[in-house]
């Protein structure tokens, strides 16, 4: 019987290992500070094309040709970017916009031509009563008249260019205990990618990756708590 003192009073929990989500509402955060890559005191990203988030960076920020022979934007440069839902017409830096917006929309900021990433959740999946498989998405959005202008050989499309960076940003990291980022349909049936337009000037591409999530409990029957049923009790 449970005991008021149960936060799932007055019902019994028959099983303590169920994975309930805790702690997957701060993975946006994580998510987001990942993305931005900022020092910390000890860690000091380095300029190095070799990286994929610092590719990311110079494709999203610089609208030009060449835009990977650009310094790595400063933390300062990063920030002013970062959509605020406090002032969502007022972005720091007028002539840049808003260009990484942590939610799958946000109105007006398309009207400045360049490019964007929009970082979501998307659907979960239950896959098991241990684990559960979430998808992050990413929007990447881009003028048309910015996608094709790097006048790089190696990477024509800054949008599938970009698309790339992100997979190997964090195909198979450990985000420090929540989960790991896969690229797999059969864990997850949404991870993949696609084109996107708006049957304007502006067309995307959207990259789902994957984020198996566990309980790092046993799923064992807690003692004297299982169901009833009349005098009797399910083994």
């Given amino acids: 019987m449970a005991t008021i003192e149960s936060q799932w009073y007055p019902y019994d929990k028959i099983y303590g290992g169920f994975y309930d989500l805790s702690d997957t509402d701060e993975i946006p955060r994580r998510v987001?500070?990942?993305?931005?890559?900022?020092?910390?005191?000890?860690?000091?990203?380095?300029?190095?094309?070799?990286?994929?988030r610092v590719r990311l960076w110079k494709y999203l920020y610089?609208?030009?040709?060449?835009?990977?022979?650009n310094p790595l934007p400063t933390p300062q440069q990063k920030k002013q970017v970062l959509f605020n839902p406090d002032k969502p017409d007022e972005p720091a830096d007028d002539k840049k916009g808003y260009r990484?917006?942590?939610?799958?929309f946000a109105p007006g900021v398309e009207q400045v031509a360049q490019t964007r990433i929009?970082?979501?959740?998307?659907?979960?999946?239950a896959s098991d009563d241990l684990h559960v498989q979430l998808a992050v998405t990413f929007d990447i959005w881009t003028h048309n008249t910015q996608e094709a202008n790097t006048k790089l050989n190696e990477s024509y499309s800054r949008l599938f260019a970009m698309e790339?960076?992100?997979?190997?940003?964090?195909?198979?990291?450990?985000?420090?205990?929540?989960?790991?980022?896969?690229?797999n349909r059969q864990k997850h049936p949404d991870c993949g990618t696609l084109l996107l337009g708006d049957g304007k000037s502006n067309f995307?591409?959207?990259?789902?990756?994957?984020l198996e999530v566990k309980s790092n409990t046993q799923n064992e029957p807690i003692k004297n708590n299982g169901p009833r049923l009349g005098n009797g009790q399910f083994g």
């Fill in 32 to 52: 987001m500070d990942y993305l931005l890559d900022m020092p910390d005191g000890t860690y000091e990203p380095k300029d190095d094309n070799k990286r994929a």
């Fill in 204 to 210: 995307g591409r959207r990259v789902t990756l994957g």
């Fill in 100 to 104: 990484l917006i942590p939610q799958p």
């Fill in 118 to 125: 929009y970082v979501y959740m998307g659907r979960t999946i």
């Fill in 164 to 183: 790339q960076a992100i997979i190997e940003a964090f195909h198979g990291i450990d985000m420090g205990g929540v989960g790991t980022f896969y690229f």
């Fill in 62 to 69: 610089y609208d030009g040709a060449r835009p990977i022979d």
